[in-house]
Every structure is written in structure tokens, then in C-alpha cells.
């Protein structure tokens, strides 16, 4: 198995919505490929139809080196599927759930009993392994859901949005294993709208809006899609980064983006590290200070936004919504201070 | 450490498929002895139907051709108790449709209709529980089959026979609507139609004759007949192919139809 996910052309309606609108995609086996896009751009439908859960209405996928449509059996035999809710009956222990679902792979009961063990000791829940799963948290309820998708040690594993409604601990935790999965040769392709996820786990992105791929390539290729550098300065306290932006604006291929809480500017800029000398003077022209100044290439995150279109609101363009993940929220932070 | 990829060896051929309809039964009746409210509707329910019938209107009713009205009444609380507890199967595959279990059940490599088996080889289990409990009751308080023994046993096997008709049925209801709260009107309210427009209470020739040729259509009249017959004595062949017919017909719509749903079924 060479190729662990080949997909052509995949098309889905549901009435008159376009689900997906042509989706070409291959991921080499080990590999873990990582699907970004907004709500609704079809990251579930592509799941679905690969997990051989839903049929295509036209083009093919090979999963695990077979026809996801004509031998949809054999897909099951090698694929994992961990989908947006955590699949798991909550009247049933996490270990009768476990030696269910090994059950159901065509394991004899002592081989589920055993592998469902070691499972439970691999994502932690051996305290918990003999209580009913509607005691447990939400971050428990999706470890035993993951591991409920790696019953059967399949070679493709599909996770959709593994990490929603996780804290940042739990997300951690996750990643942890997800990590440990991949470079143990497990092919691997996810959805997720955490862009920190996909950059920390995925060595392939594609990013999918409205049914279709928009843009795909290691996280590095689709940073540099994103075009040029960014600037990013930080006001000190008591100084309004609008002023920054006023004084520097004519330097950037593009309006800067203010974050008037943080007291941040990010411009995109052309020419390296040779404008910084401009920089330097416009500052020093205007009278104006930086507690902070990096020239940096462009996150996934700008990448991302570049490309599905702009930000809601051109005040806050860095910020997550309410419901993003503290991580991620936080990162910016983070990358004002490094280097190139 | 995860264990690395393919190492868990799956066996060359898949389970067969009665391996997998017996797991899902596991899971299911597991879930009928925890889940407070499957509990209420096989022990509590058909108790409290058994005793309420015979005390409320056992005293108003005479009926010809049985010395107790709880020898004619039983037969036909057997057949609310099933349907009534058959509706908790649309509502469980309904959950089981909006937590996403469908989708990693379809997920696997088993047949399509080994859950919706699995689910409906659970309820046969817990009918025959309530069949007993509610033949205990009623024996408690004045029941007696009065047609030996082998009769008696085929009463069970009909009772029994149409829960499996009624799971089925529930079973599609609850992929059709595919919401839990509806599933479970949707499956109550044929059940309280045309159990109070049956032969189950009274007899037929007691009702208005508009309703009478309704009641006598109506499957729940033809199924607590043929209990009936079996029970208290009687001619038994033609009321038994009558009920028959009408389980095999229900059967024949509902067991492929709930299937062919369940193929395509995908949490929303």
C-alpha cells in the first residue's frame, strides 16, 4: 500500500446544497494529511464518503488500496473512524465498549479483551476502564473514542475534528497519541478547524471551501501561497498602534492588520529583511516606539485566511473567535518575539 | 507505546454475521437492565397495565365466553405492553442515529442488518421476560390458560412473534425520523389507535357499527384473538394464519425497509 488515500473528483449533493464539487486528493501511506476549511465547507461529506459511509455521486477514492464503492468491506477491514461526536455507549463501560467494537472487527473474545486492555492503558483511562462512560468528562469520551477507532490497529485512520470540545490539556494529550500513531507508520487524515492542529500533526494540508480544494502543499508551501512576509510590531503600553500602522503603511504590499487590544500591527511586506532599515527611520521620523518587532514568514493561519477570504472584522483579523482553542489564541503572542 | 499499524491481526475472514447479531444483543441488553426507563417499560409498565385493566374496568365488564375478564383481557395487554416497549427501539436507534454510533457501526465490517438484528433479537429476549411477568401477575390475581400447555406455550411464541413485527417497525420509524422525542410518539401512536379500536378491551360487537369493520381489520384484534383462542380454548387454525399473515406482511415491509434506511443512514 503505497497510497494510503487516492481520491478523483468526488462529488456530492445533497437537493440542491453542492456538499463537494470535485475533490482530488492523495496522501502517501504514513502520511497524515490534514483538512482545513470553515464550517460547512464539506470536511464531513469528504469523511464520510471515504469511510464508506456516504456514496459519491461522481469521481472514485482508493482507501487503503481498495474502491471505497466497490469493495466497501474490505475498506472497513483497514480504515478507523473517530467522527465529530464521540460514538461510544454511555450506558456501557469503557472496557464492554472496547471488546464490543473488537468484537464487531471479527476479534475473539480474549484477543478484544486483550487489545481493548492495552488500549485502555495507552490513552489513559485505566482508572476509568470499568465505569459506565456517562460518568466520564468530554476529554475521556473521546480518548475511549479514538481508541475505539484503533480496535483493529488499521493502517488508515480518519478523524474528524479528533480534538472539538477538548481542553487544552486534553488536546494535548491527544496529540500526543496521534503523534505517537504516525510515526509508527499509521496514514492518517483529519479535519479540523484548529490550525495549530493541523501545523503540529500534519505533514500534508489541504484546504477546502465550498465542496472544493482551494489550496494544498506542505504547511511550508501553503505559508509561502500566502505571499511575502509579514511585519509584526508591537505598540508599548499608552501608544496606539494605529499610529504605527499610519507611519509604516507604505511599506506593505497590503493594509496592516490592527489589534487595537493587543496593541498589534502585522503588515505584509515585500523584500526581506532589506525594508527593515526603512523601518528604522519611519519610526524614528514619526517619533514613535516598539516594545516588540519581528520580521517573520506568514503563519498557516494567515495562510488560511488569505486564502477561504477575509477575516469578520478588520479590528480583531488575529483573533479566534470565542470558541477557538486558548492555544491557538495564544500563539500570536508567541510569534511576535521569534526570529526568521 | 500505540501499537504499530496492522499488528493486531485481523482474522482472514470476517466474524459470521450471527457472531456480530449476538454482540449487538450483548450491548443491548446490557443497556435494558442500566437505562432507568428501559427498565420502567419491561417490568413497572406491563405490571401496572396488568393491574390497572383488570381493577378499572374488570368490574364493568362482562364478557361472553370468559368466566373472568382477565382471562380476556390478558392476551390483549400482552400485545400493549410489546408495542408500547417497542417504541423505546425508535427511540434508541434514533440516539444511536444522533450520536454518531450508526456512523461507526456502518463504519466496520459487518453486515448491514446486524445492528437493526441485534436490537430486535434483544427485544424477543425482554418480550419473553415480560410475557412472563405479566402471566406471574395475572395468575396472582386470577388468570389461567384453560387450553393445556402446548397452547399455552404457542400464546408466548405468538406474543413474542409479533414484538419481533413491532421492533421491526419502530426500528424504521426511528431512521425515518430520526429524531428520539418523535421517534418515540411515532411509535406509541399507532399502538394506542388501534389497541383502543380492537377487540383487546371489549368485544367488537359491543362497538358502533362504523368502528365495528375498523376492529375487525385491525391487526391487534386479529393478533389478540389468536391469543385468545390460545389461551382460553377454541378453534385455533384460522385466527392463527389470520395473525400469522398479518406478522409475516409487516415483516416483509418493514425488515427490508429498515434496512435499506440503515444502509444509507448517516448521523446529521
Not at chain 1, 483529519?190 to 490550525?195: A, E, G, N, P
Not at chain 1, 487595537?260 to 523601518?279: C, D, M, N, T, Y
Not at chain 2, 365466553?65 to 390478558?74: E, P, T
Request: proline letters at 7%; charged letters at 15%; hydrophobic letters at 50%.
Amino acid at each position: 500500500m503505497a497510497v494510503a488515500i487516492a481520491a478523483e473528483g468526488l462529488g456530492k449533493r445533497f437537493g440542491p446544497v453542492v456538499a463537494l464539487a470535485g475533490v482530488d486528493l492523495e496522501l502517501p501511506a504514513g502520511g497524515v494529511l490534514g483538512v482545513l476549511g470553515p464550517n460547512g465547507a464539506g470536511k464531513t461529506t469528504l469523511v464520510r464518503i471515504l469511510a464508506t459511509l456516504l456514496k459519491p455521486d461522481r469521481g472514485r477514492a482508493r482507501v487503503a488500496g481498495f474502491d471505497v464503492a466497490q469493495h466497501p468491506q474490505a475498506v472497513r477491514r483497514r480504515i478507523g473512524l473517530s467522527g465529530q461526536y464521540a460514538a461510544v455507549d454511555p450506558f456501557l463501560t469503557g472496557q464492554e465498549n472496547l471488546i464490543m467494537i473488537g468484537r464487531l472487527y471479527g476479534l475473539s473474545r480474549p484477543q478484544a479483551r486483550r487489545r481493548a486492555a492495552d488500549l485502555i492503558g495507552q490513552l489513559e483511562l485505566a482508572g476509568a476502564a470499568g465505569r459506565l462512560v456517562r460518568t466520564y468528562s468530554g476529554g475521556m469520551r473521546r480518548r475511549l473514542d479514538v481508541a475505539a477507532s484503533l480496535l483493529a490497529a488499521p493502517p488508515v485512520l480518519f478523524l474528524d475534528e479528533p480534538t472539538t470540545g477538548l481542553d487544552p490539556r486534553g488536546r494535548l494529550a491527544l496529540w500526543q497519541v496521534l503523534g505517537e500513531l504516525t510515526a509508527r507508520g499509521t496514514s492518517m487524515l483529519l479535519t479540523t478547524q484548529y490550525i495549530e492542529e493541523a501545523e503540529r500533526l500534519a505533514s500534508m494540508i489541504v484546504i477546502i471551501d465550498h465542496g472544493q480544494v482551494i489550496a494544498s502543499g506542505t504547511p511550508g508551501q501553503l505559508q509561502a501561497r500566502a505571499g511575502g512576509d509579514r511585519l509584526d510590531l508591537q505598540s508599548p503600553p499608552g501608544q496606539d498602534p494605529r499610529q504605527l500602522a499610519g507611519a509604516l503603511s507604505a511599506l506593505g504590499t497590503a493594509e496592516p492588520a490592527i489589534d487595537e487590544a493587543a496593541g498589534r500591527v502585522v503588515l505584509p511586506v515585500a523584500g526581506g529583511p532589506g525594508i527593515l532599515p526603512e523601518v528604522a527611520a519611519r519610526l524614528a521620523a514619526a517619533g514613535l516606539h516598539v516594545s516588540g518587532l519581528a520580521l517573520r514568514r506568514p503563519t498557516l493561519e494567515e495562510a488560511f485566511l488569505a486564502l477561504t477570504g477575509p477575516p469578520p472584522s478588520r479590528t480583531q483579523p488575529l483573533q479566534h473567535d470565542a470558541t477557538g482553542p486558548p492555544a491557538a489564541t495564544a500563539r500570536p503572542a508567541h510569534r511576535i518575539r521569534s526570529t526568521r | 507505546m500505540i501499537t504499530a499499524a496492522g499488528t493486531a491481526a485481523l482474522p482472514d475472514r470476517p466474524a459470521p454475521m450471527l457472531a456480530d447479531v449476538a454482540t449487538i444483543t450483548g450491548r443491548n441488553l446490557r443497556r435494558l437492565v442500566r437505562v432507568p426507563t428501559l427498565l420502567v417499560f419491561a417490568t413497572v409498565q406491563p405490571v401496572l397495565f396488568v393491574l390497572l385493566f383488570t381493577y378499572a374496568f374488570g368490574g364493568a365488564i362482562h364478557v361472553p365466553g370468559a368466566a373472568r375478564y382477565i382471562d380476556y383481557l390478558l392476551p390483549g395487554i400482552f400485545v400493549l405492553a410489546i408495542g408500547f416497549g417497542a417504541s423505546q427501539t425508535g427511540v434508541a436507534i434514533a440516539e444511536d442515529l444522533s450520536t454518531g454510533m450508526i456512523d461507526r457501526f456502518r463504519s466496520l465490517p459487518i453486515s448491514s442488518g446486524a445492528v437493526l438484528a441485534g436490537r430486535v433479537a434483544a427485544d424477543a429476549l425482554r418480550n419473553l421476560f415480560v410475557v412472563g411477568l405479566m402471566i406471574a401477575v395475572g395468575a396472582a390475581i386470577g388468570f389461567r390458560f384453560h387450553a393445556g400447555p402446548a397452547a399455552a406455550l404457542a400464546a408466548v411464541a405468538l406474543a413474542v412473534a409479533t414484538g419481533l413485527a413491532f421492533s421491526w417497525l419502530n426500528l424504521l420509524l426511528g431512521l425515518a425520523v430520526r429524531d428520539p422525542e418523535s421517534a418515540g410518539l411515532a411509535g406509541l401512536f399507532p399502538v394506542i389507535i388501534l389497541f383502543f379500536t380492537s377487540s383487546a378491551l371489549v368485544p367488537v360487537a359491543t362497538m358502533p357499527g362504523w368502528l365495528q369493520a375498523f376492529a375487525r381489520a385491525n391487526p391487534i384484534t386479529v393478533i389478540t384473538g389468536a391469543l385468545r383462542t390460545l389461551c382460553l380454548g377454541g378453534p385455533t387454525t384460522r385466527p392463527a394464519i389470520e395473525a400469522a399473515a398479518w406478522l409475516l406482511g409487516l415483516l416483509a415491509i418493514t425488515i427490508p425497509a429498515a434496512i435499506a434506511r440503515y444502509r444509507h443512514a448517516t448521523s446529521s
